[in-house]
């Protein structure tokens, strides 16, 4: 079973600021199957990023995933005070499909 | 619109079964997985488990945690999937989300809370 572990487990900027959030597979991820989720209290979460890098309908482009292998990335280019959130990686590739993150806090500092 | 709709969560004793639905609405049922994922109190995301379409052999999967306590199963006359969960313990208590598909998840339902607790 592959394992993902996001990096760092809080992430502390102001509006305005880029965020790099960290995604680390434990074997590799076939065909880039990575997608990232995004998740407010009391909300169902909400795709953001699939294939790695493709952003799903209707997210703003300053929402942008890279990687490919073990190792990815998800960049919010300038965060808007509605991105302060908690974001899951979550890997499709592989026995069992849909294995999530622990998740990636990012608040206002 | 797609809509999923989680019904039957609530408070269950350690070791009894409880069965949740999801009605879904706004797309063709019987074309699409479906899936459940579930959220511990304050925790991160679980995936529980998934339903394939008739077309691809409804057949299922469950992440070890649950197997052989919980099934899925679907209706697709009545465009409901069901989770079956059997023998519950304390650690099965969070949110459980009905989602269309299983691997990219664009559509989540808003979520049952099941607590298991004595």
């Known amino acids: 079973e592959i394992v993902l572990t996001q990096s760092p487990g809080t992430l502390s900027l102001s509006p305005g600021e880029r965020a790099t959030l960290s995604c680390r597979a434990s074997?590799?991820?076939?065909?880039?199957?990575l997608a990232w989720y995004q998740q407010k209290p009391g909300q169902a979460p909400r795709l953001l990023i699939y294939?790695?890098?493709s952003r799903a309908t209707g997210i703003p482009d300053r929402f942008s995933g890279s990687g490919s292998g073990t190792d990815f990335t998800l960049t919010i280019s300038r965060l808007e005070p509605e991105d302060f959130a908690v974001y899951y990686c979550?890997?499709?590739?592989?026995?069992?499909?849909?294995?999530f993150g622990q998740g990636t806090k990012v608040e206002i500092k | 619109e797609v809509q999923l709709v989680e019904s039957g969560g609530g408070l269950v004793q350690p070791g009894r079964s409880l069965r949740l639905s999801c009605t879904a609405s706004?797309?063709?049922?019987?074309?699409?997985?479906m899936s459940w994922v579930r959220q511990a109190p304050g925790k991160g995301l679980e995936w529980v488990g998934f339903?394939?379409?008739?077309?691809?052999?409804?057949?299922?999967e469950y992440a070890a945690s649950v197997k052989g306590r919980f099934t899925i199963s679907r209706d697709d006359s009545k465009s409901i999937a069901y989770l079956q969960m059997n023998s519950l313990k304390t650690e099965d208590t969070a949110v459980y989300y009905c989602?269309?598909?299983?691997?990219?998840?664009?559509?989540w339902g808003q979520g049952t809370l099941v607590t298991v607790s004595s």
């Open positions: 074997q590799s991820v076939s065909s880039s199957y």
């Open positions: 706004g797309f063709t049922f019987g074309d699409y997985a």
């Open positions: 339903i394939r379409s008739k077309a691809y052999g409804g057949t299922t």
């Open positions: 979550q890997q499709y590739g592989s026995s069992p499909p849909g294995t």
């Open positions: 989602t269309r598909d299983f691997m990219v998840i664009t559509y």
């Open positions: 294939g790695a890098s």
